[in-house]
């Protein structure tokens, strides 16, 4: 993913994706992790499209289906 200088610099940076991750996961809205070209970090975006799944967010969905907590 591009990342512009001016929205890297304005975002939290993580130094692991597991940190953002787990920011992540607490934030009340739908957030992913990504890697950063320009300062080699990790920041959330809301924007998910054309992003892969991580593992944990699929055994989550998986689970809801389940629960029948579909959407
Ligand atoms: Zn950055």
């Not at 950063?36 to 967010?57: N, V, W």
């Amino acid at each position: 993913m591009k990342t512009r200088p001016a929205i890297c610099n304005r975002k939290k940076r993580y130094a692991t994706r597991e940190a953002a991750e787990d920011a992540a996961d607490a934030a009340p809205f739908k957030l992913r992790a990504y890697a950063c070209e320009l300062c080699r970090k990790f920041h959330l975006t809301s924007r998910t499209k054309g992003m892969k799944t991580p593992r944990r967010e699929l055994e989550r969905k998986r689970n809801a289906d389940q629960a029948g907590q579909n959407g």
